[in-house]
């Protein structure tokens, strides 16, 4: 029994370890990752990674693009690649709590030949884009995303109204000490005391400071 404690609480430590490196943020190795030209026009891409992790791929339109989501990678190290053509840019970031994305812009329509994640001890992410025409690309680009990735519509709000269109709404206080300022009344004993009016427009006000200063 006096070994046996030992080995389980080696054992303890070696499972809280795997679990930390499983729920840790994946890394990438620039030095072993990489954007490559082929000779047909299109692209391969390698990322190198620290661990494998879930991710998918879609393309995108206007402009044309690749994008990369993943849970989760810090995708610090990847600025480092050196972008090729049919690539124009790169750029990476958080997209949603637990996912983060990586943005590759293309130089024109591309289509997806080969896709895999790489696991073993050398994880990595592997792509290989190939040309296509305009009308494939825009099809594939135009593919509905899952309901739970889609973004929101935007919503439709008012226009802003133009300053001095409206009433100007002034509110009086009947328990001013004239200490200077004093905040808000919070009581309802005290907000019984207070009124709100409507005053006339700027313009309407400006009209009567005019005849005011006017004399015959």
């Known amino acids: 029994m006096t070994l046996l404690r030992p080995l389980l609480m080696l054992l303890l430590l070696a499972l809280s370890a795997a679990a930390q490196d499983l729920s840790a943020l994946a890394k990438v190795n620039p030095l072993r990752s990489g954007i490559v030209a082929l000779a047909d026009g299109g692209l391969e891409l390698k990322v190198a990674l620290s661990q494998p992790v879930p991710w998918r791929l879609r393309l995108m339109d206007n402009p044309p693009r690749l994008v990369i989501d993943a849970r989760e990678i810090d995708w610090r190290g990847v600025e480092a690649l050196a972008v090729v053509r049919p690539g124009v840019s790169l750029r990476a970031g958080a ?101 709100t009016r409507y005053a006339p427009t700027w313009s309407a006000i400006a009209r009567n400071r005019a005849q005011s200063t006017t004399r015959e």
């Open 95 to 195: 997209f949603r709590p637990g996912w983060s994305r990586l943005v590759m812009e293309l130089a024109g329509p591309l289509k997806v030949e080969r896709a895999a994640m790489v696991t073993g001890d050398d994880p990595r992410i592997e792509l290989v884009l190939a040309p296509t025409d305009a009308a494939s690309f825009a099809r594939e680009a135009a593919r509905p995303d899952l309901p739970d990735w889609a973004l929101p519509e935007a919503a439709e709000l008012p226009p802003p109204r133009k300053e001095g269109s409206g009433p100007l709404v002034v509110v009086t206080s009947a328990i001013c000490t004239g200490l200077g300022y004093r905040p808000a009344a919070t009581r309802p004993a005290t907000c019984a005391m207070s009124e």
